[in-house]
């Protein structure tokens, strides 16, 4: 069974503050997917990333950036120099190679960003 | 030019009634899903289908039926609303490619309240 844990549920920082969302998962497959996605208080569901089990490297993506560590089966996404626009409700999602594309979302980890 | 598109935003409605909630995608994808999130913003699959067929049918009750007209549309329809039935219902799609683990894009979200 596949598993997807955000330990911290919410996080609150002040503007400008560098902030590390965790995102430990769990399964048996050797290939999957790990994807993030942002729920921003409009209720929407964004597409951040997609990673595949293959693929270690970390990435960047302006004041984005993803470690992903399958020693440790952590996917974590850090913001630098946060926003208020990046208050929102950030998911960190698994999907396996034979089980149809479903994504298995983690808790969800609500993230404050004040001026 | 919207990508997924769900009908209607919001809807409220007494135990009992019937309902249904239309989807529509844009994108060319071959793959449409349902997701429910709850009050806690816990996000689960209910059900997928790829070329209008079912393949993917979590545990819901079989008062949930989705239909699939075409690969563009994956309506849900939900028979004798109940009170747990309330929750945000999320469309997606993409493609299902075997051992790619396509990218969803999910809908804006369907409010549903039962009074």
């Known amino acids: 069974a596949q598993k997807v844990t955000q330990a911290q549920t919410e996080i609150s920082v002040v503007e400008k503050e560098d902030v590390t969302l965790d995102c430990v998962y769990e399964?048996?497959?050797?290939?999957?997917?790990l994807f993030w996605y942002k729920q921003p208080p409009s209720g929407e569901l964004v597409f951040l990333i997609r990673?595949?089990?293959?693929?270690?490297q970390n990435e960047i993506s302006g004041r984005y950036s993803w470690n992903f560590q399958k020693s440790t089966s952590s996917f974590n996404f850090t913001i630098t120099a946060s926003q208020v626009v990046d208050s929102a409700v950030y998911f960190c999602?698994?999907?396996?190679?034979?089980?149809?594309?479903?994504?298995?979302f983690g808790g969800g980890t609500r993230l404050m960003v004040k001026p | 030019d919207t990508a997924v598109s769900q009908t209607p935003k919001y809807l409220v409605t007494q135990m009992g009634n019937d309902k249904s909630i239309k989807c529509e995608q844009n994108l060319g994808h071959d793959t449409m899903y349902w997701y429910k999130q709850d009050s806690k913003k816990f996000l689960k699959i209910m059900f997928s289908y790829n070329n209008k067929e079912l393949i993917i049918n979590e545990t819901v009750p079989n008062r949930f039926s989705p239909k699939s007209p075409d690969k563009a549309h994956l309506n849900l329809h939900i028979n004798s609303l109940e009170l747990g039935d309330s929750a945000v219902y999320f469309c997606a799609s993409s493609h299902l490619r075997q051992g790619e683990g396509d990218t969803q894009y999910f809908g804006p979200g369907t409010r549903l309240t039962v009074l």
């Open positions: 399964t048996r497959d050797t290939t999957y997917y």
């Open positions: 990673r595949n089990s293959f693929d270690e």
């Open positions: 999602a698994l999907s396996e190679n034979n089980a149809g594309n479903m994504l298995t």
